[in-house]
């Protein structure tokens, strides 16, 4: 019987599995799928991660090596090249892998941290042929980092999602045409900063509420067809421009992977498509945590990390210290949230304060983030600029939350 | 000279090519692709129907109920994903139950067992999903769901098994007559044979023109689909269908034999390659299957695709003797599959009729068994990774194939050598991230036991590769 098993050995599950040891567990294991630890931070070649984290600017697999560094300070047991098949209510973990073979281990507690994948072309149902060389973002970037291909030569981009935009860059690094970077939103769903570095630095062409409306080509991809859409996204007909192309690469969002989730009983919230869960990111199944991507979309790997490392002190306070206590409060989205997390808290729970992570649904400019309980505002936070494509974050007193029961709001206040 | 050639690999091709295996004669099937199974058997709604669509005394009528009882057998023997789950089709007025009546009088003519008209509430009752506008609904136990390309690899695999070659890659070019036989032209080089056997689906018109005076044109008909994740896969546990009109079978909602749901088809009359999916097209088939079950989740989408078949406009298969020694597998529109072992028999017939000896092999080999790491037991799961550590690595995280399953499928009579391939032989790629992950890991199996660069790894056909080439830092040596 193990303390702690982890799901999953991507930036989540290292922090995760490192702060659990330092919050005094002993006996904790990581199971992974892949053939290292990190991620798909060890496909994410370019710079930029870290800058919070360790205030200084790293790579994908420069930040995983940090924590996987960390890790092999401690004794926490890691099994790569193994596939978690099941997690039961009742904390049993199924797994199988060609070293271990297919074993069933048991846990007083366990951190899910599988991550996320990528929509795809299915999902959001692009018409016409279905050649060769339509490519998820992440696909293309794993072809292109850890394999050593170029999976085309002349690239349309659909959707603006931060994987899209840094391999609009990355391509053209490698000699490809890249045509543009068509959204159908009127914002960018990624970052400002890759906006600017992976796209306006080379001159790409971004098109806001454009989306690509035909796929053309027998075996390979020989055209898209992008239309410029109305306010409900629908294309307006006579808008059509088509580009002469052999791939189209795909940045439409990002779908947490919670299937285990699901078999373990976990209740889970339809806004982050993750597991709802406390303060502590405990779940609704007791000593079931989760953090990272399986979560909700992060923005940025730092706030996974300190996500996790929230995630592993609490797993290690549950197996050493029981359950935790405490009537909870549900946090609610106000004019302009599209989720918070996390769900509930229960402030007897909590030390100093609460950090409430969110996103919007439309980009604002200055404005105020407001707490409120029923019409009582607890406190505010003022903000220059909101936008969907970046994850917020604020720090409630729980001092503030003494006299509160039921539910508080988070909203936004244009000013 | 070879007694047999067949022309075509698709599940028609392959049922003719097993049956005359069975025979001691020396076959050949020639398929123009890379793989088997490419052509309509690939793309269509997967269902093996009851037997009350097609007019009684018609050719189609036969064989549609033989075949339907044939494949259930078949499945059991070569281990096909085939559940027998029944149809509805279903009444929305008056005039559509005098539709249902007229189904019921037909089959129980063409030997359909068990159909009986329910009303909606009783339709209802066994599928709770239906509209509340159903009025009434044909319910047909025997009809089946089944995986068409597994049907139709393993008949292929089955007749390779007992000796008949299969050409891959392989387009006819012309047929000249000879004395005692045909000189088959392909791209690959020509062949003599005693007999003809032309089973090239949507081609079969061109095929014909090549050995007889052109009696037929096919007339192509395109049908598109949503097949949606595994979440949405138990919202109807039948195959429930709208009332037939004379552009075909209607949009149908049903299970599939690996868990999800599949919606469609319209019919639209298209060019014989014409597989492209139409924003219209797509539209109609969500809007037309909601009136059947209102509650399908279209945000469920994992994949849309669109068949071609190969309708003559006739009320019935186009099959027969051509010419002398040449027999047609013509105009095999639905229930095409289901028909299919029925046809493969009737082929033979025909032959024997144009003077083909049948003596049938001591030893006919009628067996297939293939790995499925995620059906398996725990106890069995554990006892075959120790076996083979292959079983162990998951590679298709979303079907949970395992990599020992891709590299039995590469050891199997007809190996693939694509993605796609892969996929239709072990799931790897159906699931809900389409390959995003395991696109990867397949391309570098492939590549590595195929003993190519992963440049030349196809995702289906020749010419569609992947990758083009590599980065400026060359490609990793794993």
């Known amino acids: 019987m193990y303390e702690l098993i982890v799901v999953g050995g991507g930036p989540a599950g290292l922090a995760a599995a490192c702060a659990a040891w330092e919050n005094g567990l002993r006996s904790i294991l990581i199971v992974e799928r892949d053939r290292d630890l990190g991620g798909i931070l060890n496909q994410c070649i370019h710079n930029g991660f870290g800058l919070t984290w360790f205030k200084e600017e790293l790579t994908g697999p420069e930040y995983a090596h940090r924590f996987i560094e960390m890790l092999s300070q401690t004794g926490v047991e890691v099994r790569t090249d193994t596939m978690v098949l099941d997690v039961t209510p009742d904390l049993q973990v199924h797994m199988t892998g060609p070293a271990t073979g297919y074993r069933i281990e048991r846990a007083k507690s366990v951190i899910l941290a599988m991550g996320c994948r990528e929509r795809t072309r299915g999902a959001i149902g692009i018409p016409g042929t279905r050649p060769a060389g339509v490519y998820t973002a992440g696909a293309a970037q794993r072809y292109v980092n850890v394999e050593g291909w170029l999976p085309g030569k002349r690239v349309v981009i659909l959707g603006s999602g931060d994987i899209g935009l840094i391999m609009a860059r990355r391509m053209t690094l490698e000699g490809a045409k890249v045509l543009a970077c068509v959204e159908v939103m009127p914002y960018s769903g990624g970052l400002t900063r890759n906006i600017v570095q992976c796209l306006q630095d080379f001159d790409i062409p971004l098109y806001l509420s454009h989306t690509v409306t035909q796929i053309r080509g027998r075996d390979r991809v020989e055209q898209v067809v992008v239309s410029q859409v109305d306010e409900s996204r629908r294309p307006i007909p006579g808008t059509e421009m088509v580009f002469d192309c052999d791939t189209l690469l795909l940045s439409v969002g990002l779908i947490p992977e919670n299937e285990l989730t699901e078999r373990a009983g976990v209740a889970l919230d339809p806004r982050t498509k993750g597991a709802l869960v406390y303060e502590n990111m405990e779940t609704s199944v007791p000593g079931i945590f989760t953090c990272g991507n399986v979560t909700h979309v992060h923005d940025l790997v730092d706030f996974v990390s300190a996500e996790s490392q929230r995630a592993g002190a609490a797993a290690a306070k549950f197996v050493l210290q029981g359950p935790a206590a405490g009537e909870s409060i549900a946090l609610k989205n106000g004019f302009g949230v599209s989720y918070t997390v996390p769900q509930r808290v229960r402030p007897q729970n909590v030390e100093k304060a609460v950090n409430v992570f969110f996103r919007v649904n439309r980009i604002f400019g200055k404005n105020e983030i407001a707490v409120r309980a029923g019409e009582r505002e607890l406190c505010h936070f003022k903000r220059d600029r909101l936008a969907p494509g970046e994850m917020e974050n604020i720090t409630v007193p729980v001092k503030l939350l003494e006299d509160v029961t039921g539910e508080i709001t988070v909203e936004i206040r244009e000013v | 000279m070879t007694d047999v050639v067949i022309i075509g690999c698709g599940v028609i091709g392959a049922a003719a090519a097993m049956e005359l295996s069975r025979y001691d004669l020396d076959i050949t099937v020639l398929e123009r692709e890379n793989d088997v199974a490419v052509g309509t058997t690939k793309a269509n709604s997967a269902i093996l129907h009851a037997g009350y669509d097609p007019k009684p005394g018609t050719l189609m009528a036969r064989l549609n109920v033989r075949g339907s009882a044939l494949a259930k057998e078949y499945c059991a023997a070569l281990d096909v994903p085939y559940r027998q789950c029944g149809s509805m089709v279903l009444a929305f007025s008056e005039r559509e139950i005098d539709t249902l009546r007229e189904l019921l009088e037909r089959g129980v003519k063409n030997g359909v067992p068990g159909l009986q008209i329910l009303s909606g509430d009783e339709a209802r009752a066994r599928e709770p999903a239906l509209a509340k506008t159903v009025l009434a609904a044909l319910w047909a136990p025997t009809a089946a769901i089944v995986s068409p390309w597994e049907l139709c690899l393993a008949f292929a695999e089955t007749a390779v098994k007992n000796g008949a070659s299969l050409r891959l890659n392989t387009a006819v070019t012309g047929l000249e007559r000879r004395e005692n036989g045909w000189l088959v032209h392909t791209n690959a ?46 919202r109807v546990n039948t195959v429930v269908f709208q009332c037939p009109s004379e552009r075909g079978k209607g949009v149908l909602v049903s299970p599939t034999v690996h868990g999800n749901l599949i919606v469609g088809p319209n019919a639209e009359g298209s060019d014989k390659h014409d597989l492209a999916t139409t924003a219209q097209g797509l539209d109609f088939v969500r809007e037309t299957a909601k009136l059947s079950v209102p509650s399908v989740d279209f945000s469920k989408s994992i994949r849309n695709f669109a068949g071609v078949r190969a309708n003559t406009g006739r009320d019935d298969f186009l099959i027969g003797v051509a010419a002398p020694g040449f027999v047609d597998l013509a105009g095999i529109c639905s229930p095409g599959l289901t028909s299919a072992p029925a046809i493969g028999e009737y082929a033979v017939e025909l032959l024997a009729g144009e003077g083909l000896a049948l003596r049938k092999k001591e030893k006919f080999i009628f067996e297939r068994r293939r790995v499925r790491f995620k059906e398996l037991s725990e106890a069995e799961r554990q006892a075959l990774v120790a076996r083979d550590p292959a079983y162990g690595w998951v590679i298709c995280r979303c079907e949970t194939v395992t990599e020992g399953e891709i590299l039995a499928c590469l050891r199997a009579p007809i190996p693939p050598v694509s993605v796609d391939g892969v996929k239709r032989r072990v799931n790897a790629g159906m699931g809900r991230c389409q390959g995003g992950f395991c696109a990867p890991r397949v391309v570098e199996i492939l590549s590595r036991e195929l003993k190519v660069s992963p440049g030349e790894i196809v995702k289906d056909r020749a010419g569609m590769n992947i990758l083009t080439e590599e980065t400026k830092g060359g490609a990793a040596h794993v």
């Open chain 2, 189 to 234: 080089g020509d062949m003599e044979t005693r007999f003809v056997v032309n089973a090239a689906g949507v081609d079969s018109d061109t095929v014909h023109d090549m050995a007889a005076p052109h009696s037929f044109d096919i007339k192509p008909s395109r049908g598109e689909y949503y097949l949606l994740d595994k979440a949405e896969g138990t």
